[in-house]
């Protein structure tokens, strides 16, 4: 049986309700943690296979192989990954961004987005509690539900979406996490891994097709105003298709002109897809 992490927050709904309602059964077990988290047990051996932060996944291919079809994404906004500063991203230079420790992706874009896009450098301090930071009108960078609720509550002008920043500069995609399995793990379960890869797909499916009853699951888990978590779940991208494999890949690249992982990075998934 297979050892499997699941993302905490809200936006992993779509593919694991299914699973909740036993809908689908997931062949394994499943433990729900913030991605920092779920990338160290992923990297260490107390997991096997994941949901893991696309940064971590990159400097990690080495021990980790990528999974098709599923990644947490967005085309253009998404939400749920935003800086919170009175200024606007290009004027934080020598700034001080208060930033959480429960992500990795999010972490290095808004760095990508700071050096690459706009040439200049700030310095990250981790926080526990960033979004107080943000309250008391510093910057911060939040992710997943801790970010809506910034989104809800701080005026909009001072809430800066990185997926809208990363589009407004390169037109692509952007990919927060990708499913990934251990090398290891693969190499001596190969079967296994295709059967949890065959559950995943078939939850997404059933999210796709039971939009309402992933809408209840969220609202019992945090409620939100009417209709909230419908156009919330409609702006993220749950498929690792084309578009966001060339957004994964340009984030790689940007990353490795940075220094930020040791090398170059092909985004190939690595196990058979699953068939329809």
């Given at each position: 049986m297979l050892?499997?992490?699941r993302?905490?927050?809200t936006?992993?709904?779509p593919i694991?309700?299914?699973?909740d309602?036993g809908?689908?059964?997931y062949p394994?077990?499943l433990?729900?943690d913030?991605p920092?988290?779920?990338?160290?047990m992923l990297?260490?051996?107390r997991?096997?296979?994941?949901?893991?932060?696309?940064?971590?996944?990159?400097a990690?291919?080495?021990?980790?192989a990528?999974l098709?079809?599923?990644?947490i994404?967005?085309?253009?906004d998404?939400?749920?990954?935003v800086?919170v500063?009175?200024?606007?991203?290009?004027?934080?230079?020598?700034?001080?961004?208060?930033?959480?420790?429960?992500s990795?992706?999010?972490?290095?874009?808004?760095?990508?987005?700071l050096e690459r896009?706009y040439g200049?450098?700030?310095t990250?301090?981790?926080?526990?509690d960033?979004?107080g930071?943000a309250?008391?009108?510093?910057?911060?960078?939040?992710?997943?539900?801790?970010?809506?609720?910034?989104?809800?509550t701080?005026?909009?002008a001072?809430?800066h979406d990185?997926?809208?920043e990363?589009?407004?500069?390169t037109?692509?995609?952007m990919v927060f996490?990708?499913?990934?399995v251990r090398?290891?793990v693969?190499?001596?379960?190969p079967d296994?891994?295709?059967?949890?890869l065959?559950?995943?797909?078939a939850?997404?499916?059933?999210?796709?097709?039971h939009?309402?009853?992933?809408?209840?699951?969220a609202q019992a888990?945090?409620?939100?105003r009417?209709?909230?978590?419908?156009?919330?779940?409609?702006?993220?991208n749950?498929?690792?298709?084309?578009?966001?494999?060339?957004?994964?890949a340009r984030?790689?690249d940007e990353?490795f002109?940075?220094g930020a992982i040791?090398?170059?990075?092909?985004?190939?998934?690595?196990?058979?897809l699953?068939?329809?």
């Open positions: 050892r499997s992490g993302i905490i927050y936006n992993d709904l694991y309700t299914a699973f309602e809908a689908v059964r394994g077990a433990l729900a913030v920092a988290h779920l990338n160290a990297l260490d051996g997991l096997d296979l994941s949901p893991i932060s696309a940064f971590a996944w990159a990690h291919v080495d021990q980790l990528l098709p079809e599923l990644c994404g967005a085309r253009t998404v939400w749920s990954v800086c500063s009175p200024k606007g991203l290009c004027e934080l230079d020598g700034a001080t961004i208060s930033v959480t420790r429960e990795a992706t999010g972490r290095n874009l808004l760095r990508v987005l896009r200049i450098r700030a990250f301090v981790e926080s526990d960033p979004y930071v309250a008391n009108g510093g910057n911060a960078l939040l992710i997943g539900d801790r970010a809506i609720d910034a989104q809800q701080f005026t909009p001072i809430v990185l997926g809208r990363w589009h407004a500069w037109g692509l995609d996490a990708v499913w990934a090398r290891d693969l190499a001596h379960h296994k891994v295709q059967e949890a065959g559950a995943l797909v939850a997404r499916r059933w999210g796709i097709a939009p309402a009853r992933v809408v209840a699951a888990t945090r409620a939100r009417e209709g909230y978590y419908a156009a919330y779940y409609d702006t993220l749950f498929s690792f298709d084309a578009r966001a494999r060339s957004g994964l984030y790689c990353l002109a940075l040791p090398a170059r990075v092909i985004v190939e998934p690595e196990v058979l699953v068939p329809s």
